[in-house]
């Protein structure tokens, strides 16, 4: 670990583990934590704990994954290598495969105005507006579509896709989302035209003065537009307006990077994202 870094490397730890406590439990598996979503929603993972003295064993790998398949959980599992470089040959010798993404923060002196990376608006999502249950539709069809397609390559997949990909809403669901957004721990945004509708789509979730960008997405027919750049630049300003001082994000690859290059991040260490083989291509 570069020791330059070790102060954000403990922040990010700290900002990991926060995230699911408002709506997840906490269970330890020796050196692992695995958060269980109480309720509907997005499955969380399992990664090192806080006060773990020692680095994560196969033991305990093995009991949390018995435990996410006991209670029909993806066998998911999140750490920092740099802060917990063991743990990479262990998942590996679990038969794990571990997807190895650039962790890039953000260099606030760098970041450009969204305004001159594309030409289509970019909005941010408003908790009362009369229509923020259509928007997070929107938000999570479009990215439902662009992950499907991964990478930045343009394809043929584009708003016909999105609009078969949109889904109602759970109320509970929608509930999480629009109270997460009015105080301030998430932020949504949403890109397009008038005429093709929301074309890419991002979110940021915060705790306190720290926030990870994430979800950052396009259509394939609209990439290389600037879009996702623009996503992305717009939901660093509304951080650093909020008062966050350190915005992160970890890129799905090298080429994907890239793009968050242009935007003021720098890769600072390595989030490893482990799942059964099957699972990572």
């Known amino acids: ?54 680095a994560p064993s196969l033991a305990d790998v093995t009991s949390a994954r018995e435990r996410q398949r006991k209670l029909g959980l993806p066998e ?22 571990v997807l190895e993404a650039p962790l890039m923060v953000l260099d606030p002196t760098a970041l450009p105005d969204p305004a001159t990376l594309t030409d289509a608006a970019v909005r941010v999502l408003a908790a ?33 896709e999105r609009d078969a990909a949109v889904t109602e809403l759970e109320l509970a669901a929608l509930d999480e989302e629009r109270t997460r957004i009015a105080d301030g721990r998430r932020i949504s945004v949403l890109a397009g035209t008038p005429t093709e509708g929301a074309l890419a789509s991002g979110m940021a979730m915060r705790v306190g003065d720290v926030a990870e960008i994430a979800g950052v997405a396009t259509l394939p027919s609209a990439r290389r537009r600037g879009l996702g750049a623009a996503v992305t630049a717009t939901l660093a300003r509304e951080l650093l307006a909020a008062g966050t001082d350190l915005v992160f994000l970890s890129a799905g690859s090298e080429e994907i990077a890239r793009v968050y290059l242009r ?11 482990a799942e059964p083989a099957a699972l990572i291509p």
Do not use: N, Q
């Not at 999140?78 to 990479?88: G, R, Y």
């Not at 069809?141 to 499907?148: C, I, L, N, Y």
């Open 1 to 54: 670990m570069d020791p330059r870094h070790k102060h954000v490397f403990d922040r990010l730890e700290h900002f990991y583990d926060a995230v699911p406590r408002d709506v997840a439990g906490a269970e330890e598996h020796g050196g692992l934590v695995l958060f269980v979503r109480e309720g509907a929603g997005w499955p969380f993972y399992a990664r090192p704990r806080l006060d773990a003295t020692e």
């Open 76 to 97: 998911a599992f999140e750490w920092v290598h740099e802060t917990t470089p063991d743990l990479l040959a262990v998942a590996r010798s679990a038969g794990l495969a």
């Open 128 to 160: 009362d507006s009369p229509g923020f249950a259509a928007d997070v539709a929107a938000r999570r069809a479009v990215a439902a579509v662009s992950f499907a397609a991964p990478g930045t390559a343009p394809g043929p997949a584009g708003p016909a």
């Open 263 to 273: 935007v003021g991040f720098r890769r600072i260490g390595t989030a490893c994202i």
